[in-house]
């Protein structure tokens, strides 16, 4: 499977503890991006990654939340302190710089996180 | 007013029906717009892009974008049961990478047999 990888698929903590996502890219894209979908809602951008340098930031990112991509490659997203509020669907997507449509998103299967 | 806005449905359609979506933004300074389809339980993919006013046509599926009016819209024809999805409208955000993207809630469709 040459797709965007995410693990865990599934995490279920307590509050005040803390997880962490890992996200696999397409192996050939250099952008990586992580988006939060909560149920009924589309997803929301968190962070953009071009290579190993973390470009944007959105404000939901709270100082609780940390990503990374080292090597520029895989990627890791931390939540330390978890909140109920931060349960939702934690979802990878990669995208080529090149080709006809650079802003295609290719997503993973994401990482559900329940908040108890 | 919210940045990319959907009906979230649910839009139910016979099969072989024309499936009719709709879309507003805000930013008018967006120059990027997105079909996603999701079906349940899993993660998003592309269907359709466009950057330029008008109808742009990819099998059953045509894009049309009216920048003036800050609308897309997503028409589905011949719809099938396998096109029952949530489709999820997209906008560049203006000033932000290219797959910075805003997303609307997503408008449910329902292809009955």
């Known amino acids: 499977d040459t797709g965007v990888s995410q693990n865990p698929r599934h995490k279920i903590t307590k509050r005040g503890q803390n997880v962490t996502f890992r996200c696999d890219p397409i192996s050939e894209h250099n952008r990586l991006y992580w988006y939060r979908q909560t149920l009924g809602q589309g997803p929301e951008f968190l962070t953009y990654?071009?290579?190993?340098?973390?470009?944007?930031k959105s404000r939901l990112l709270s100082d609780r939340f940390s990503a990374e991509r080292p090597k520029g490659s895989f990627s890791t997203l931390e939540i330390q302190r978890t909140e109920q509020g931060d349960s939702a669907m934690y979802l990878c997507?990669?995208?080529?710089?090149?080709?006809?449509?650079?802003?295609?998103?290719?997503f993973g299967e994401g990482s559900r996180l329940t908040v108890l | 007013q919210k940045e990319v806005e959907q009906n979230s449905g649910p839009l139910s359609v016979p099969e072989g029906a024309i499936a009719s979506l709709n879309c507003t933004y805000s930013d008018r300074g967006s120059q990027s717009f997105f079909w996603y389809r999701q079906y349940s339980g899993k993660s998003p993919e592309l269907i359709m892009f466009?950057?330029?006013?008008g109808d742009k046509e990819d099998g059953r599926f045509t894009a049309q974008l009216n920048k003036a009016s800050q609308y897309v819209s997503l028409l589905i024809r011949d719809s099938q049961p396998s096109d029952s999805a949530t489709y999820l409208c997209?906008?560049?955000?203006?000033?932000?990478?290219?797959?910075?993207?805003?997303f609307g809630k997503g408008t449910k469709l329902s292809v009955k047999p």
């Open positions: 997209a906008v560049n955000r203006y000033g932000g990478s290219q797959g910075n993207l805003i």
């Open positions: 990654f071009q290579n190993e340098a973390q470009l944007e």
């Open positions: 466009i950057y330029s006013n």
């Open positions: 997507a990669s995208s080529s710089p090149s080709g006809p449509n650079t802003g295609e998103l290719f």
